[in-house]
Structure formats: structure tokens, C-alpha cells
């Protein structure tokens, strides 16, 4: 061993002044360095000692007697900071499963060998220093995560019936609009030197008022801190549901106005795709033109599966690779808004959407009390009405399926 180099016995003697002035000064500071220090014994233990350091052996083992002692009064402190730093889990207020111990154990367990070691030269010398494994268990609070970029979001619904029609701007929130209500009058030919066919035509005002379709939601300042996506995936909610809605009440409203014939005369039809052709035909009958198709997406499924035992599809549907559907050139629509089993055939000339304020979403720091409670208030809202200018441009058919 070198000179410069400090034996076994010194290096402890070292860490027992070491514990007793820094534990009592109980610093942080001065207990990261003494534990740095303690742990470095265990790669002193497991090197060659010299021969004449066992000489000291049993000087060795009332040092480390003492080092043990000092560790042992301050142990409550030392297993407060060292829980405190998330370093191990504080389970039990004793010695009996800490590296001390395990040190101190493995000692008494080489004595034969350290004998043995001081004779013979080439013998082999090994220190095992085993201390309880550690796992999960082994900490305190929570242990790094890591966490998605993405929200597993509920969907939003495939398509919006405000798509399907055009928007027609009203900015006092209540629009007019004239519909012709007597049968379309005829001219005649004139049979000559004799008065000409006399035509009348009746109108009558129907008033769209518009209506907020709205929803709000409030949440804490400090929630938008602990959800930092929260500022950016809300309104995507909050759109959703409001297409929701406005989903369904155009849907109802639009079912519930309509007039157009639907109908079949002749022979009884049960195949669905059939059933719809004959809607398509009362609505050009009526000259009307079929814009639109609309069912729901059981009844798409139900259609798209007509067998070819059973019935085949009739000419003029057109299947495309993704499943669309076109009958004589009228789109069908699948919308889980639908209602099940029903059909909804229209016109997009006769009906529109008015829009009094367009749809957004805002956020406002000075709703009731928010200012004082550090709260958010989120809401949607589009003030709009759906304006059926003919409802016999509508047709609503229920097939009958159970």
C-alpha cells in the first residue's frame, strides 16, 4: 500500500469523526457528504486488504461499533432526509436491514478467512456486500411517467347536416320568407276573339326567428396549468358536441315539416333499396330534385347487403370502393343522427340554414365570480334557424323493418 493512502482503520476512524460533527449539526449539506462517504465502504470492503491491516481486526470491529452507534442515535433524522430525497422507502426504525449491518455481518463471517489471509499470500479474499433488493415499493410518491401528445378524445359524428344545405345570412334574427300556397294555375289556349285564361297566385309569410343552440362549461385556472393540452383540445369538445345537437334538431325539425308523398302505388315493395328508388320517383314526380338520401348507418348496412338470392340491387345504384352509395345519382347519406329505419329524402334548394352569429367558441375570465375563484367559463354557440321554404320538397318514410 502506499504511503499517501489511508488504511482501512484510518478511513473509519475518519467516518466516525465524520457522523458524530456532521450529525450533529444536522444539515443537509453536511449529510449528503457523511452518506457519500458511509458508501464508499462498501468498495473499500470489497478490495484486497493488506495483511497488516488485519492485524487490527478486532480494533476494526469497535470502530465500527461506534460508527454504528453515532448512525444509530440520529436515525430518525437520516431516514427523514433520505425519504425526502425519494432515495429509499422509510419502512423500519433499526439497523437490522441497512449496509451497516450487512457490513458488520459479512465481517464476522470472514473472520477464518482474514486468518487464513494473513498466512498464506495467495489466498483469496472476497467481501459480498448484499443489502434488500429494491423495486417499486421502494419509492416514495410518484416515479417518472411519461405522457401522450394525444387525448383519447370521444369521436366526433362523420357528417353535419349543416353540409348538406346552404347558409343564408340574417342579421336581425328574423327572416321572412313568402311561399306560394294555391295549386300552380294553368294557362289556357286562347281560342281567338275570346278572353285569355285568368291566373292567381296566393302567398303566405312563414318567419324564421333564430334560436341559440349554446352550451357552456367552467374550469379552474389552475386546471388549465396541471392540463396544459386542455387550452386546445376543449374547444375541439366543445364543437363536437355542438354539431351534436344541431344534428339532431335540424334532423327532427326537418322530418317533422315534411309533406312530400311517401307513398308506393301498385304492388306491395319490401326489399329497402327498391323502397327508396320509389321515394327518389315521388320526388321527381313532384319536381322536385333528390338532393339527398339520408339514413342511418344500419339501414346503409342493410342496403349495401342486398343479396343477389334474395333481391339484386336494382340498376342504376352505384357502389363505390369506400362504400358510398348512389341511387339514379342520389347520394345516400349514412348519419348516426338518423333516426333507425327511416329515410329522409329533400330538395337543398327548398331548405336552408340562417345564420344570425356564426358559431364560436370563447373563453371568459369574468363570468359571475370567476375573476374571484381564479375560473374559466368555455362556451359554444351559433344563434341560427333551419328555414324549410317547402316542406313538400321533404319526404319521410319509415321502412317498416323490425
Request: glycine share 4%; with cysteine.
Amino acid at each position: 500500500m502506499a504511503d499517501n493512502e489511508m488504511t482501512l482503520q484510518q478511513q473509519i476512524q475518519g467516518l466516525i469523526k465524520a457522523t458524530a460533527d456532521g450529525l450533529e449539526l444536522k444539515t443537509k449539506e453536511q449529510l449528503n457528504s457523511i452518506t457519500l462517504a458511509v458508501e464508499t465502504i462498501n468498495q473499500k470492503l470489497a478490495t484486497v486488504v493488506p495483511a497488516k491491516d488485519f492485524e487490527i481486526v478486532n480494533a476494526m470491529k469497535k470502530d465500527i461499533d461506534e460508527l454504528n452507534g453515532n448512525l444509530k442515535k440520529n436515525q430518525e433524522f437520516i431516514d427523514n432526509f433520505v425519504a425526502e430525497q425519494g432515495k429509499r422507502k422509510v419502512e423500519k426504525k433499526d439497523f437490522e436491514t441497512t449496509w451497516l449491518d450487512a457490513v458488520q455481518n459479512e465481517i464476522k463471517a470472514k473472520e477464518a478467512e482474514i486468518k487464513n489471509f494473513q498466512h498464506d499470500r495467495k489466498a483469496k479474499l472476497q467481501f459480498n456486500i448484499q443489502v434488500k433488493d429494491m423495486t417499486l415499493s421502494s419509492v416514495t410518491g410518484d416515479y417518472q411517467q411519461g405522457y401522450n401528445s394525444r387525448q383519447g378524445l370521444a369521436p366526433a359524428q362523420r357528417s353535419n347536416f349543416r353540409d348538406l344545405i346552404p347558409t343564408t345570412p340574417s342579421p336581425t334574427g328574423s327572416f321572412v320568407t313568402f311561399r306560394e300556397t294555391n295549386t300552380v294555375q294553368s294557362p289556357g289556349v286562347q281560342t281567338e276573339n275570346n278572353t285569355k285564361t285568368d291566373m292567381n297566385y296566393a302567398f303566405t309569410e312563414v318567419k324564421s326567428v333564430s334560436k341559440y343552440i349554446a352550451g357552456k362549461v367552467d374550469f379552474s385556472k389552475q386546471l388549465m396549468f396541471a392540463l396544459p393540452f386542455l387550452n386546445n383540445t376543449l374547444p375541439r369538445m366543445l364543437l363536437r358536441d355542438f354539431f351534436k345537437k344541431e344534428n339532431d334538431y335540424f334532423y327532427v325539425t326537418a322530418a317533422q315539416a315534411a309533406t312530400g308523398v311517401n307513398t308506393i302505388s301498385g304492388s306491395a315493395v319490401t326489399v329497402d333499396a327498391e323502397e327508396l328508388l320509389h321515394m327518389i320517383a315521388n320526388q321527381l314526380t313532384a319536381n322536385f330534385d333528390a338532393s339527398y338520401a339520408i339514413v342511418d348507418w344500419r339501414q346503409w348496412a342493410r342496403i349495401l347487403a342486398t343479396k343477389p338470392n334474395d333481391y339484386s340491387i336494382p340498376g342504376g345504384v352505384v357502389i363505390g370502393p369506400n362504400g358510398s352509395v348512389s341511387f339514379a345519382g342520389t347520394p345516400l347519406v349514412g348519419a348516426s343522427w338518423a333516426q333507425t329505419d327511416h329515410a329522409l329524402i329533400f330538395d337543398r334548394d327548398i331548405m336552408e340554414r340562417v345564420e344570425t352569429e356564426s358559431l364560436r367558441v370563447e373563453f371568459s375570465y369574468e363570468n359571475n365570480d370567476n375573476f374571484e375563484k381564479n375560473m374559466v367559463t368555455a362556451r359554444v354557440e351559433c344563434f341560427e334557424e333551419l328555414n324549410i321554404l317547402r316542406p313538400d320538397g321533404i319526404i319521410y318514410r319509415d321502412f317498416g323493418n323490425s
